[in-house]
């Protein structure tokens, strides 16, 4: 089997590739991967070892991603993440031409690479096409360290499992998630004009050991690196208590979802689900905070920003059920374990973190 990974310098896309190669005999990888963010190029070693063929392309340029060998399978790792790109509030430096181009006109050019190749194409996705103004009406509780749904807050997407794949994708989601909703709807239109295999997995936050620690890939690895190196950090918005509420998963178990898509690219499935940790990983930047604090010996306390910033929710956690359902699949790494290795891997990483961070 031939797979091309792109953005697979990247922390979930390298650990992908490394659960690819323990599973599948005779593998071979192709990926892509224009090494524009800083702690990428520290994979390369990585992917040499596990045998896989990095090529330096921009999915950006149809070029370069046309001039990329055939594949029986595309997985579609390059994006940028940041919620806040494209409307110049701390999105990085990037532009909102920048952010379409990356996340809406690359998935385009992958699509015409997989009508040429009639390669599959399993699309990450992301939990932000839900809808940012249905997910801040959500009817919630706060507790002493959290917020979370009340007894009466059940409506259409919404239950004490989470948000399903049922619930309101109504603008406006921010820029981002615009940009995968279009892409979702363009890849459903390829795959069924063209006649390719096609799997769209909406992830919340992927988290693990040897994650860059930057903002935009989830808090809960920003969070532990940033104690790490003894940072101050804010609790931002919705009163500046730290009480809105994410889940997160391994990237490992991303990866065995998508080699049970990938075996079975015909199965009578949802071509959507929700991929995530569920809320027995769920918890709030407060409980974060404690536990890291705690690992970390630091007594400081974040510093409260009342002010909502654009696009934030107080609470989302994945419902997964569908992807149980049809895949058998659940998470296997449980968030006690995930935070403990990212601590620890943060603690023994300090050098390596403050220099992916200048």
């Given amino acids: 089997m031939k797979v091309l990974i792109t953005g697979v310098c990247g922390y979930v896309g390298s650990r992908v590739a490394a659960r690819l190669f323990e ?21 390369l070693p990585l992917l040499a070892r596990l045998g896989a063929k990095v090529i330096h392309g921009d999915v950006r340029f149809q070029d370069d991603i046309m001039g990329l060998p055939e594949a029986d399978w595309v997985i579609d790792c390059a994006a940028n993440p940041s919620v806040l790109a494209g409307i110049g509030t701390n999105g990085g430096g990037v532009n909102s031409a920048q952010l379409v181009g990356s996340n ?119 969070w532990a690196c940033s104690r790490a190196l003894n940072k101050p950090l804010k609790f931002i918005g919705f009163g500046g208590k730290g009480k809105q509420v994410r889940d ?39 409980e974060l905070d404690d536990y890291c604090r ?30 149980e359902k049809h895949w058998g699949w659940k998470p296997s790494c449980k968030r006690a374990e995930m935070l403990l290795e990212i601590c620890r891997w943060a603690e023994a990483n300090r050098d390596i973190i403050r220099t992916w961070w200048q």
């Fill in 294 to 323: 705690d690992f970390f010996g630091i007594k400081s306390l974040p510093l409260s920003v009342p002010a909502d910033r654009p696009y934030d929710v107080p609470y989302y956690v994945s419902d997964a059920r569908l992807a």
């Fill in 104 to 222: 809406l006109t690359g998935t385009l050019h992958l699509l015409e690479y997989c009508k040429k190749y009639k390669s599959g194409l399993i699309l990450l996705s992301t939990s932000r096409v839900y809808s940012t103004k249905a997910l801040n009406s959500l009817k919630l509780l706060e507790t002493a360290t959290r917020f979370e749904p009340s007894a009466d807050a059940a409506s259409e997407g919404f239950s004490k499992y989470g948000v399903s794949e049922k619930f309101s994708t109504e603008p406006p989601l921010s820029l981002y998630g615009a940009t995968k909703l279009s892409s979702e709807i363009m890849a459903l239109e390829y795959a069924e004009a063209f006649n390719f295999s096609l799997w769209i997995n909406r992830s919340g936050v992927i988290g693990g050991p040897g994650q860059f620690g930057k903002a935009d890939q989830g808090i809960f690895s920003y």
């Fill in 248 to 286: 997160c998963v391994a990237a490992g178990d991303v990866a065995d979802l998508l080699l049970k898509q990938m075996k079975y690219p015909g199965k009578k499935a949802p071509k959507i689900i929700n991929i995530g940790g569920g809320s027995a990983s769920a918890m709030s930047l407060r």
């Fill in 23 to 43: 599973s599948i005999s005779g593998l071979e990888v192709y990926g892509v991967d224009n090494l524009s963010r800083r702690g990428s190029e520290t994979n």
